[in-house]
């Protein structure tokens, strides 16, 4: 009893359908070369149609190897036997079997090195993210490891300082205290870049912008002295992390207040552009040289403004929480005439009765220190 072969499985045909219909292909023109009145026609036809398939998928040097050693003698012996039922003669069109055979070859040259480039480009796009993948789980890691010490260190220096009621070592004490509470928020916004990724980064709300511009403004109006204007041009929602959006302006108003002088101005003004929101921070301090305006988004990327000072996260940090947003900053300053932060993020809707007078509506507030409302 004879064993009955089983068909190609359907997986076999997927893979290989290029190549079946470029076998299919070629016999057609094969057989149309050696038949049909036009034989030169059917002749470039597979060629072409060899060099096209090559563009699709890059075969294995055996396998190109096979497929053109089969085209070359395939092709050459049809065009051979054209060539005699013609009547002899005519050799001179078998040059182009060769000459066809040089610009496949010079074309999958061409092919394997675009190939192997882009592998190469793939290859390293892999290690950099693996690299960066590392940094962020270093970051991570080293992070919380430093919380723990920090927190047990801080707890015997106020130990220390409660324990001595006045002298140069209680002084010290406080100066330890600060040193620990600026290095917890230091590793606090490392933690924070390292989880800008993260999908549960933001957790969004409609968020009502007047009630939270009041709060933003109030709060900072009690510990600066500045001399503080609110505007919200229209009172709306937007869909946006309330904890990530205030520590972003909470991070330029701090820059703000560390760049101005005592009574110097600050200013929050929000207004909708097409169906985005526009929040500008303003302040009438040091400001920026030019060449210092980008580096600052950078992370530990300090603009050299006078009396600068911090970690250098601060502002990369805004931009990250802005860009998880969907949306964009942008700075505008000269030195000595203060600086202009412009965020820009998207989905803001007007609210339906945004055209009754509110609390932060119209004209610019002004709010002193130590007002904890408008006045």
């Known amino acids: 009893m004879s064993a009955i072969a089983s068909p190609p ?49 890059m075969w294995t040097s055996r396998t190109m190897a096979v497929g053109l050693t089969a085209v070359v003698l395939l092709s050459g012996w049809a065009l051979f036997a054209t060539v005699q039922r013609a009547g002899g003669g005519g050799f001179d069109e078998m040059t182009e079997v060769p000459l066809m055979a040089v610009i496949f070859l ?33 970051v991570r890691d080293s992070t919380h490891g430093l919380r723990t010490p920090i927190t047990i260190a801080r707890g015997y220096a106020e130990l220390v300082h409660d324990a001595l009621p006045t002298g140069a070592i209680r002084d010290d004490a406080v100066i330890v205290i600060e040193e620990l509470d600026r290095l917890a928020r230091y590793a606090d916004r490392l933690l924070l870049l390292a989880a800008v990724e993260h999908p549960d980064f933001l957790r969004t709300h409609p968020l009502a912008l007047g009630p939270f511009v009041n709060r933003v ?82 992370r530990f990327g300090r603009a050299a403004r006078p009396g600068r000072t911090g970690t250098g996260l601060g502002l990369p940090i805004v931009r990250a929480i802005v860009r998880a947003h969907g949306g964009e900053i942008r700075v505008a300053s000269r030195p000595g005439a203060g600086a202009t932060f412009t965020i820009e993020l998207p989905g803001f809707r007007a609210s339906p009765a945004s055209a009754t007078p509110t609390p932060l509506g119209g004209d610019d507030l002004l709010l002193d220190a130590g007002a904890r409302s408008p006045r």
């Open 9 to 57: 499985p359907s997986g076999w045909l997927r893979r290989h359908w290029l190549e079946i219909g470029l076998a299919a292909f070629i016999a057609a023109n094969l057989v149309a070369m050696t038949l049909g009145p036009w034989p030169t026609v059917p002749f470039h036809f597979i060629w072409v149609s060899l060099t096209v398939a090559l563009g699709i998928r």
């Open 217 to 298: 403004i109030e709060r900072w109006a009690v510990v600066a002295d500045r001399r503080w204007f609110c505007s919200v041009a229209l009172d709306g929602t937007i869909e946006a992390d309330e904890e990530r959006l205030s520590l972003a302006i909470d991070s330029l108003l701090e820059n703000a207040v560390g760049h101005t002088d005592a009574k110097g101005s600050i200013s929050i003004r929000t207004r909708p552009r097409g169906g985005s929101l526009i929040i500008e921070i303003k302040d009438d301090g040091t400001g920026i040289a030019p060449e210092d305006l980008e580096p600052i988004f950078e």
């Open 106 to 138: 010079t074309s999958a040259w061409q092919v394997r090195k675009r190939q192997r480039a882009s592998d190469e480009l793939t290859r390293m796009a892999d290690v950099q993210d693996r690299l960066l993948e590392s940094q962020r789980e270093f």
